[in-house]
């Protein structure tokens, strides 16, 4: 582990997924993929879809209702089948959309010794293959709740990593190795305004790929500017 040589920090580089260190919405894609499937009928789900899309992006999603719907799905074709289609959505809408810039991105941080974890608002179903294809393995997202058969319910475990939901789960992320935020020297990237509230928090805020209110407030604040992909729409 390397630590900062001035003030024995730990360095972390924290990064968003979608629109981030991706070209697209991985959960977003993911709903789309289910239509193409059958799994869901278009125009009712990709109605719904692109509404709690929207919600997402102006920063008023209610997570759970959206959980739910977005793996009602694979909640009722099982484990087998779920993995199946997700390795079919790797290689067909994920593979194709990783980027060097991105894989060069989180290269420069891991070989610098920073730790690197992906921390999203999307689920560990959708997320965690394409983190580890990202070569990243710590992985902080939404996690799913559980029945007594093992497999997914359609409920949230613990605390959505979600707007502040994102900090909470750094503290315990912290916690949990005897750290708190002092102990660390943080760096955070990501696209969206959801994400304030722990750009805020860490040492070095970069607002990356951002969309126009984070591209203003980024400005506003003195922020670091990252344009990996084209700008948002």
Same mark, same amino acid.
Not at 138 to 157: F, K, S
Not at 178 to 202: A, C, H, I, Q
């Given at each position: 582990?390397?630590?900062?040589?001035?003030?024995?920090?730990?360095?972390?580089?924290?990064?968003?997924?979608?629109?981030?260190?991706?070209?697209?919405?991985?959960?977003?894609?993911?709903?789309?993929?289910?239509?193409?499937?059958?799994?869901?009928? $278009?125009?009712?789900?990709?109605?719904?879809?692109?509404?709690?899309?929207?919600?997402?992006?102006?920063?008023?999603?209610?997570?759970?209702?959206?959980?739910?719907?977005?793996?009602?799905?694979?909640? %009722? %074709?099982?484990?087998?089948?779920?993995?199946?289609?997700?390795?079919?959505?790797?290689?067909?809408?994920?593979?194709?959309?990783?980027?060097?810039?991105?894989?060069?991105?989180?290269?420069?941080?891991?070989?610098?010794?920073?730790?690197?974890?992906?921390?999203?608002?999307?689920?560990?179903?959708?997320? $965690?293959?394409?983190?580890?294809?990202?070569?990243?393995?710590?992985?902080?997202?939404?996690?799913?709740?559980?029945?007594?058969?093992?497999?997914?319910?359609?409920?949230?475990?613990?605390?959505?990593?979600? $707007?502040?939901?994102?900090?909470?789960?750094?503290?315990?992320?912290?916690?949990? %190795?005897?750290? %708190?935020?002092?102990?660390?020297?943080?760096?955070?990237?990501?696209?969206?305004?959801?994400?304030?509230?722990?750009?805020?928090?860490?040492?070095?805020?970069?607002?990356?790929?951002?969309?126009?209110?984070?591209?203003?407030?980024?400005?506003?604040?003195?922020?670091?500017?990252?344009?990996?992909?084209?700008?948002?729409?």
């Amino acid at each position: 582990m390397t630590f900062d040589t001035q003030v024995q920090r730990r360095r972390l580089a924290l990064f968003d997924l979608d629109h981030t260190l991706l070209p697209l919405d991985s959960d977003y894609e993911w709903g789309e993929f289910t239509i193409r499937l059958g799994w869901a009928d $278009r125009e009712e789900f990709g109605r719904r879809n692109k509404a709690f899309y929207d919600d997402y992006v102006a920063g008023r999603l209610d997570v759970h209702d959206y959980v739910r719907f977005a793996t009602d799905a694979i909640r %009722r %074709r099982g484990a087998e089948a779920a993995a199946l289609a997700h390795a079919q959505f790797m290689r067909e809408v994920i593979q194709p959309a990783l980027r060097e810039e991105a894989r060069a991105l989180v290269q420069r941080h891991r070989d610098a010794g920073d730790e690197v974890l992906i921390i999203t608002a999307t689920n560990e179903f959708v997320t $965690r293959p394409i983190a580890l294809a990202l070569g990243v393995d710590q992985l902080v997202a939404v996690e799913l709740e559980r029945g007594d058969d093992g497999w997914i319910t359609g409920g949230i475990r613990g605390v959505p990593s979600m $707007r502040e939901g994102k900090v909470q789960r750094m503290e315990q992320w912290l916690a949990e %190795r005897g750290l %708190r935020w002092t102990d660390v020297d943080s760096t955070f990237y990501s696209d969206s305004m959801n994400d304030v509230p722990l750009l805020e928090k860490v040492d070095h805020p970069v607002a990356t790929n951002p969309d126009p209110r984070l591209r203003a407030l980024a400005s506003q604040r003195g922020w670091r500017i990252l344009d990996l992909f084209p700008p948002h729409p």
